[in-house]
């Protein structure tokens, strides 16, 4: 085994794209050898290795049987009359929102099931507005700011300019598992169950790259931030689009593996997860990953967008949402959040599970299973489950289907495992389960309110 992997790089997803337009409104690309330029077979083939390709040939094999088990796509009844009536969803996806803007997760069952690839029709949802309508010929990302060589690039020149890289990358809602805290008291978010995260192979264009290439200026010169900003009309703060940032030497931080990315699990981005191309930032919240990016802002200040300050806040608990106007709570930059926090969660036995212990000896084993994910790059090392109130901890066996980055960084989930006994099951009232990451962090016995953000053990009864 490779002790890390130098440049993950999935040549064989290539051989099994399909051949025809992926979205029949677009125009173009119709066939991959349009996206295959000769710069990124160069940077490919300096960088593979047999064994890369032992784990990118695992990946396809994944995703090509969770394809085949899918349920076709559809123009939902539920989206009719909706300015997203146009796009293909998939159909159990549960709705959290109403009908629209569409945000989705899909069940937990279903999730595991799938295993360490998500398929992308899976692959939860956070939509602030309409989907733009876009096509790959006429889009154009600005490069601007503080930089010597403002550019715009169209999908062709991104694509065929510059080196891409694949690589698997866990995404994660920073409300995901919200629901738990509303029930605590209400926060100003909407109730995520455990599945606003999904694991996908995303392919895209270094950040670094396309701001080396516009000559992006020093700190010395102001630039201190890259902001970020999407392509659809939100109502926010009066009228903005999506938008946010992020500091300068992270974005041209090559241990983060920043990517501009115009394709999930070897297809064009679907219209839902930012077709033509979004931001992906491993090991960050899902909202700094700005989808249908069409400007790249390189500024002394951070973002001033509506969304950069009113989302994505841990605040202390003592501030309600009428407090953190009242004091400006939203402009305090130590209350960012940037990085995922450490977070578990069980998912076998399942949510209101039944199981037949009746038929069952006593030392017949059950497995007890779910996933764990940190930030930053930052290795899951423990888990734990608790079956007696937390007098007693077991750790829990770890997969890491991912191989780490040449820096050592992690940018996906893994699953844990536990073998008990039945008799263990009966005599336990409640279970709960903890993470720990590589520099010790862990979770906390009991939910710490804030306003928006969740994280705390996972406990079943
Ligand atoms: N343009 C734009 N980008 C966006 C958003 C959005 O509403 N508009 N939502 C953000 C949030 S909060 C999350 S969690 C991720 C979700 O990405 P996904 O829908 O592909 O899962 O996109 C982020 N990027
Ligand atoms: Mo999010």
Redesign the pocket.
């Given at each position: 085994m490779a002790a890390y992997v130098e440049n993950r790089q999935f040549s064989r997803l290539e051989q099994c794209l399909p051949t025809g337009v992926v979205h029949a409104f677009m125009p173009g690309p119709n066939n991959r050898s349009e996206i295959t330029s000769p710069i990124e077979r160069s940077v490919f083939d300096d960088y593979s290795s047999g064994e890369d390709e032992s784990q990118s040939e695992e990946f396809e094999e994944t995703i090509k049987l969770g394809k085949m088990e899918l349920e076709p796509s559809v123009c939902d009844s539920r989206d009719k009359g909706t300015s997203d009536h146009w796009v293909h969803r998939n159909p159990t996806m549960i709705r959290l929102t109403g009908k629209h803007p569409f945000n989705s997760e899909p069940s937990l069952t279903r999730l595991m099931h799938h295993g360490f690839i998500t398929p992308a029709p899976l692959?939860?949802?956070?939509?602030?507005?309409p989907v733009p309508l876009a096509t790959w010929d006429d889009w154009t990302v600005e490069v601007t700011g503080l930089v010597k060589r403002p550019a715009l690039f169209t999908m062709a020149q991104l694509v065929s300019e510059f080196p891409s890289r694949e690589f698997p990358v866990t995404?994660v809602?920073a409300g995901n598992r919200r629901k738990e805290q509303n029930m605590v008291k209400k926060t100003v978010g909407f109730n995520w169950g455990p599945s606003a995260v999904a694991t996908s192979v995303w392919r895209g264009v270094p950040l670094r790259c396309v701001l080396e290439r516009c000559g992006i200026l020093s700190r010395r010169m102001g630039a201190l931030n890259v902001c970020f900003e999407?392509a659809?009309d939100l109502p926010g703060g009066g009228g903005s689009k999506?938008g946010t940032s992020i500091k300068k030497e992270y974005a041209m931080d090559p241990s983060r593996d920043i990517v501009l990315a115009y394709m999930q699990n070897g297809e064009l981005l679907l219209p839902?997860?930012?077709f033509p191309v979004r931001m992906i930032i491993p090991g960050f919240i899902?909202?700094r990953?700005?989808?249908?990016l069409k400007r790249i802002i390189v500024t002394t200040q951070e973002s001033d967008n509506y969304y950069h300050y009113k989302d994505n806040k841990v605040l202390p608990s003592h501030v309600d949402s009428e407090l953190a106007n009242a004091q400006a709570w939203w402009y305090k930059p130590e209350y960012v959040i940037n990085e995922l926090n450490i977070n578990s969660v069980i998912t076998t036995p399942g949510h209101e599970e039944i199981l037949a212990i009746k038929s069952w000896t006593s030392e017949t084993p059950y497995t007890l299973k779910g996933y764990a994910y940190s930030g930053g790059g930052k290795k899951v090392t423990r888990v734990e489950v608790t079956m007696d109130g937390g007098e007693t901890w077991h750790v829990c066996q770890l997969d890491h289907p991912e191989k780490p980055n040449k820096y050592r960084k992690y940018w996906c989930w893994c699953f844990w495992s536990l073998e008990v006994e039945a008799k263990q099951l009966v005599a336990s009232k409640e279970m709960a389960v903890r993470a720990w990451d590589q520099t010790q962090n862990t979770q906390p016995e009991k939910l710490i309110w804030n306003l928006m953000v969740s994280a705390c053990y996972v406990t079943r009864q």
């Amino acid at each position: 085994m490779a002790a890390y992997v130098e440049n993950r790089q999935f040549s064989r997803l290539e051989q099994c794209l399909p051949t025809g337009v992926v979205h029949a409104f677009m125009p173009g690309p119709n066939n991959r050898s349009e996206i295959t330029s000769p710069i990124e077979r160069s940077v490919f083939d300096d960088y593979s290795s047999g064994e890369d390709e032992s784990q990118s040939e695992e990946f396809e094999e994944t995703i090509k049987l969770g394809k085949m088990e899918l349920e076709p796509s559809v123009c939902d009844s539920r989206d009719k009359g909706t300015s997203d009536h146009w796009v293909h969803r998939n159909p159990t996806m549960i709705r959290l929102t109403g009908k629209h803007p569409f945000n989705s997760e899909p069940s937990l069952t279903r999730l595991m099931h799938h295993g360490f690839i998500t398929p992308a029709p899976l692959h939860y949802v956070r939509n602030h507005g309409p989907v733009p309508l876009a096509t790959w010929d006429d889009w154009t990302v600005e490069v601007t700011g503080l930089v010597k060589r403002p550019a715009l690039f169209t999908m062709a020149q991104l694509v065929s300019e510059f080196p891409s890289r694949e690589f698997p990358v866990t995404l994660v809602c920073a409300g995901n598992r919200r629901k738990e805290q509303n029930m605590v008291k209400k926060t100003v978010g909407f109730n995520w169950g455990p599945s606003a995260v999904a694991t996908s192979v995303w392919r895209g264009v270094p950040l670094r790259c396309v701001l080396e290439r516009c000559g992006i200026l020093s700190r010395r010169m102001g630039a201190l931030n890259v902001c970020f900003e999407g392509a659809e009309d939100l109502p926010g703060g009066g009228g903005s689009k999506y938008g946010t940032s992020i500091k300068k030497e992270y974005a041209m931080d090559p241990s983060r593996d920043i990517v501009l990315a115009y394709m999930q699990n070897g297809e064009l981005l679907l219209p839902d997860h930012g077709f033509p191309v979004r931001m992906i930032i491993p090991g960050f919240i899902g909202g700094r990953m700005v989808k249908w990016l069409k400007r790249i802002i390189v500024t002394t200040q951070e973002s001033d967008n509506y969304y950069h300050y009113k989302d994505n806040k841990v605040l202390p608990s003592h501030v309600d949402s009428e407090l953190a106007n009242a004091q400006a709570w939203w402009y305090k930059p130590e209350y960012v959040i940037n990085e995922l926090n450490i977070n578990s969660v069980i998912t076998t036995p399942g949510h209101e599970e039944i199981l037949a212990i009746k038929s069952w000896t006593s030392e017949t084993p059950y497995t007890l299973k779910g996933y764990a994910y940190s930030g930053g790059g930052k290795k899951v090392t423990r888990v734990e489950v608790t079956m007696d109130g937390g007098e007693t901890w077991h750790v829990c066996q770890l997969d890491h289907p991912e191989k780490p980055n040449k820096y050592r960084k992690y940018w996906c989930w893994c699953f844990w495992s536990l073998e008990v006994e039945a008799k263990q099951l009966v005599a336990s009232k409640e279970m709960a389960v903890r993470a720990w990451d590589q520099t010790q962090n862990t979770q906390p016995e009991k939910l710490i309110w804030n306003l928006m953000v969740s994280a705390c053990y996972v406990t079943r009864q």
